[in-house]
């Protein structure tokens, strides 16, 4: 796999989809020499990609400031892939009669090559600056919601996922071993929960629980977020009856419609 994230074998189809990444996750617009200085590849082969994906209508290219953005094809899909295959939409009113009762931020996440996917959000009455939104990508291995996914992957999957991890020290708390995180992982199967001990943002805390199907496959995940100004840890263990309880609402509505367990054929 290059630095970009594309597997040896993908060819030109994962050099576009990485280049569509590239341009998509900036936050903003960015010219070719932009696109170029943090790109891999030639030169011409960029260019070639980009105009693939103008044309194709994946990328916008905005013709007086030379500089693309994600193509109205690009949004179409997204939101197609957002109503059809995240949890948000079933999710939406349990997250919402969370919310309003406990009045902290409130995360749905899903597993994407062993890293976080923010799917859904409801901030606290009071907000508080954090990394998480929808649409973003955290990691697995220092958040509450990606260890509650983590810890309840099939042991192959699990042993897929790891290596996977940067290990990256962001506070004095995160977990910076692969054999630290398989023991806190086994702890969280016996729980049926995962906290955030500040161990992705100082000051930031949660409580997570994943979301299971009826034969255990992992969902995704939900937490209660807040700062250690608000509340303590103590604080949101009382919270883990509710957390479980609307975990499994949540994966009974999605059992029920779109994300049945497999079948033996």
Not at 6 to 29: E, F, I, W, Y
Not at 45 to 56: A, G
Request: proline share 6%; hydrophobic share 45%.
């Amino acid at each position: 796999m290059n630095d970009m994230g594309t597997r040896s074998g993908d060819g030109t189809v994962g050099k576009a989809l990485d280049v569509l990444d590239q341009v998509a996750g900036h936050g903003r617009p960015m010219r070719f020499a932009e696109v170029l200085a943090a790109s891999p590849l030639p030169k011409a082969t960029l260019y070639r990609l980009l105009q693939t994906l103008v044309n194709q209508g994946m990328l916008r290219l905005d013709a007086e400031t030379g500089a693309y953005s994600p193509g109205l094809r690009l949004v179409r899909l997204a939101h197609m892939a957002w109503a059809r295959s995240s949890l948000a939409p079933i999710a939406r009113p349990f997250l919402d009669e969370l919310s309003k009762d406990v009045c902290e931020t409130i995360h749905l996440a899903q597993l994407d090559r062993g890293q976080v996917l923010y799917v859904d959000k409801r901030n606290a009455r009071q907000p508080i600056e954090m990394f998480s939104g929808a649409g973003k990508v955290g990691p697995g291995y220092c958040t509450g919601v990606g260890k509650a996914m983590l810890a309840h992957l099939p042991d192959d999957e699990r042993a897929a996922a790891l290596p996977l991890q940067a290990f990256h020290a962001h506070t004095g708390h995160t977990i910076t071993s692969a054999e630290a995180l398989e023991a806190e992982l086994a702890e969280i199967r016996a729980a049926g929960i995962a906290f955030d001990r500040e161990e992705h943002e100082p000051g930031i805390i949660c409580i997570a629980a994943p979301i299971l199907s009826p034969g255990g496959r992992v969902m995704g995940a939900l937490s209660i977020t807040t700062s250690t100004d608000r509340r303590s840890l103590e604080d949101l263990a009382t919270l883990k009856p509710r957390m479980i309880a609307t975990a499994a609402r949540i994966a009974e509505a999605a059992s029920a419609w779109q994300f049945p367990d497999r079948t033996e054929t």
